[in-house]
């Protein structure tokens, strides 16, 4: 889903970039369309995912602890962001600062590649932790019940 999210980010940006002087002259709505379907695919992909992949790509002894440090950087970076692209907005313009916009999209999307698939497997299976598994004997099960109670 990230990549799909960051490919379509990548992808709308440029056209609002590209495309500004017209659609501000001549289609409002048109760029208004496509912002919002930015909106759309940023939390299809990438900010559904930010929840997901820190439990799973974590070992378990650390999960938690990692997760909110991931969770903080995310938040730093969110800070950083508004303060460099409102200054890149100021100097100069909307054209250059969602073309920049866009070249971090695909930043996101190459950064999407380093992060392990975990489709499949179990998180032990993931950790290499060891999994035990306990047979019950489900014949002796009465036995074992009136035994419990005695």
Not at 9 to 14: A, D, G, N, S, W
Not at 31 to 43: D, E, G, K, Q
Not at 103 to 116: D, E, K, N, Q
Not at 128 to 149: F, H, T, Y
Request: charged content about 15%; glycine content about 8%; some cysteine.
């Amino acid at each position: 889903m990230s990549v799909q999210g960051f490919a379509m980010m990548t992808i709308l940006l440029i056209i609002i970039s590209a495309a500004w002087v017209p659609m501000q002259a001549h289609a409002v709505w048109a760029m208004v369309i496509v912002y919002a379907l930015t909106f759309f695919f940023a939390n299809f992909g990438p900010n559904s995912t930010t929840f997901i992949i820190p439990g799973e790509a974590f070992p378990t002894r650390f999960r938690s602890t990692c997760h909110g440090l991931s969770a903080a950087a995310g938040k730093a970076g969110a800070i950083l962001g508004v303060f460099a692209f409102g200054d890149l907005k100021n100097k100069q313009g909307f054209p250059i600062t969602f073309g920049m916009l866009s070249i971090f999209m695909f930043a996101g999307l190459l950064c999407t590649y380093f992060v392990p698939e975990t489709k499949g497997l179990t998180l032990e299976e993931l950790n290499g932790d060891e999994v035990v598994v306990r047979e019950i004997d489900l014949e002796n099960m009465d036995k074992v019940k009136a035994a419990e109670v005695a």
